[in-house]
C-alpha cells in the first residue's frame, strides 16, 4: 500500500497546510520568505529520505487518503494548541494528548494484551520501553511548548530537521552510508531553517492567540 519514505513525506506536508490556514485566517498571502523555506525543507526531505530516487516512492489510493489525513494531524496538532497553552500551559495540554491518544489507540488495537506485555517484559525491553516513552513524552513536550514562542509555520518547519539528524545518527552510530542526493537534501533542509531567523513571526502568533481568545 504505502513505505516509510512516502509516510514521511505526506508527513511534511504538513507545514505547508499550516501555511495555507494561517494565510486564510490572516486574509493575506503568506511571507515570500516563508513560502521559501517550506520549498527548500521540502525538497531537502525529499531528497535526504529518497537519495533522489523516485521508485522509493510507494503510493495506492488509500494510502493516498490516509497520508492526507496524516499531514491535517500534523497540521492540527500545532496549530490547536496555540490558545489552549495560553490558557492550561503545556503540561496540561501534553499530559490530556497523551492521555486521550493513549484511550483510543487501545481501543482501535483490541489484540493488544497486558498479559501478553508483561510477559515480554525483561531488562531489555522494560529499558528500551522506558527510553521511548520519556523521549517521546519530551519530545512532544518540546515542540508544543515551543509555540509559546514561535509561529506555528516556523514550529512546523523546524521539525524538518528530525529527518537529517535521524540520518545523522544512522550515520554516525549505524555505519550508514551517505549519497550525494542525501547530502544534497540535508544542506536543503539546513538552508530552509535559517530562512526562517529571516522573518518576525510575532503577527501569525497573534491572529492565532486571537482567534482561540
Known sequence: ?????????????????????????????????????????LSGIFLLITNGSLDQIL??????????????GFAFYTLQPVSLIKTWGTMT?????????????????????????????????LSMLISIIVISTLSFLLYIRSLKFLSPTETSLLSSIEPLV???????????????????????????VLFLSLKDKEEEVSILQQKGA
Open 1 to 41: 500500500m504505502s513505505n516509510a519514505v512516502t509516510a514521511t513525506l505526506f508527513q511534511f506536508a504538513g507545514p505547508v497546510l499550516i501555511t495555507i490556514y494561517v494565510a486564510i485566517e490572516s486574509r493575506r498571502w503568506p511571507a515570500k520568505i516563508h513560502l521559501l523555506a517550506i520549498a527548500t525543507a
Open 59 to 72: 503510493l495506492s489510493d488509500k494510502a493516498l487518503w490516509i497520508g492526507f489525513l496524516t499531514a491535517l
Open 93 to 125: 495540554i501534553i499530559g490530556w494528548g497523551m492521555l486521550i491518544g493513549g484511550i483510543v489507540l487501545y481501543l482501535l488495537m483490541p489484540s493488544f494484551s497486558f498479559a501478553n506485555m508483561a510477559g515480554a517484559l525483561n531488562m531489555g525491553t
Open 166 to 192: 535521524a540520518a545523522l545518527i544512522s550515520f554516525l552510530w549505524l555505519n550508514e552510508t551517505f549519497g550525494s542526493y542525501q547530502l544534497l537534501g540535508g544542506v536543503f533542509i539546513i538552508a530552509g
